[in-house]
T-cell receptor
Framework: EAGVAQSPRYKIIEKRQSVAFWCNPI?????LYWYQQILGQGPKLLIQ????????DSQLPKDRFSAERLKGVDSTLKIQPAKLEDSAVYLC?????????????FGNGTRLTVT | RKEVEQDPGPFNVPEGATVAFNCTYS??????FFWYRQDCRKEPKLLMS???SGNEDGRFTAQLNRASQYISLLIRDSKLSDSATYLC????????????FGSGTRLLVRP
């Protein structure tokens, strides 16, 4: 089975610029997550989708971050404008079923450096 | 209190040693528990789910203690390849059923 695909793998931008990340989950997985992982910390949930609806975005800095999951498959996460503290790895994950013991499957992540 | 807490370590052990990590969680209604492994500069990968009665997978044993609200991971006969960060994951039993990660425990296995 193909895994979670993410692109790009790396991105370097200057502060105040914009950036977008893309994620394609495992086929058939209804739930999609975006996590932010800052060096030395555990992944922090930014937003969670069930099909194409947002289940939770309580930790998403909505003044600068946005995400969508059109048609309930692919998803994009955007940062506009970026700040230095946004430097992190952005991980996309998917799971088969929501509200179950269904584990997360992660993509390789996008490593963002904001200078 | 953090929702999920782990000792960051590092735990530095010799090959062949037995090592155990604990992870405490704040929400007594949590129902789903996992251990993930993360290698340096890689994505987290599922190591094992944690079941109420405890479960074992080869050298790895996971336990759940609901009364004290913690889960544990025991690694027997440590290998050099076990060196990694071990992340505890717990669901929040709110309307969104969020899966929350601990900050991880780093394990270093030395020859």
């Amino acid at each position: 089975e193909a895994g979670v695909a993410q692109s790009p793998r790396y991105k370097i931008i200057e502060k105040r610029q914009s950036v977008a990340f893309w994620c394609n989950p495992i086929s058939g997985h209804a739930t999609l997550y975006w996590y932010q992982q800052i060096l030395g910390q555990g992944p922090k949930l930014l937003i969670q989708f069930q099909n194409n609806g947002v289940v939770d975005d309580s930790q998403l800095p909505k003044d600068r971050f946005s995400a969508e999951r059109l048609k309930g498959v692919d998803s994009t996460l955007k940062i506009q404008p970026a700040k230095l503290e946004d430097s992190a790895v952005y991980l996309c994950a998917s799971s088969l079923v929501w509200i179950s013991n269904s584990p997360l499957h992660f993509g390789n992540g996008t490593r963002l450096t904001v200078t | 209190r953090k929702e999920v807490e782990q000792d960051p370590g590092p735990f530095n052990v010799p090959e062949g040693a037995t090592v155990a990590f604990n992870c405490t969680y704040s929400n007594s209604a949590s129902q789903s528990f996992f251990w993930y492994r993360q290698d340096c500069r890689k994505e987290p990968k599922l190591l094992m789910s944690v079941y109420s009665s405890g479960n074992e997978d080869g050298r790895f044993t996971a336990q759940l203690n609901r009364a004290s609200q913690y889960i544990s991971l025991l690694i027997r006969d440590s290998k050099l390849s076990d060196s990694a960060t071990y992340l505890c994951v717990v669901n929040l039993m709110d309307s969104s059923y969020k899966l929350i990660f601990g900050s991880g425990t780093r394990l270093l296995v030395r020859p």
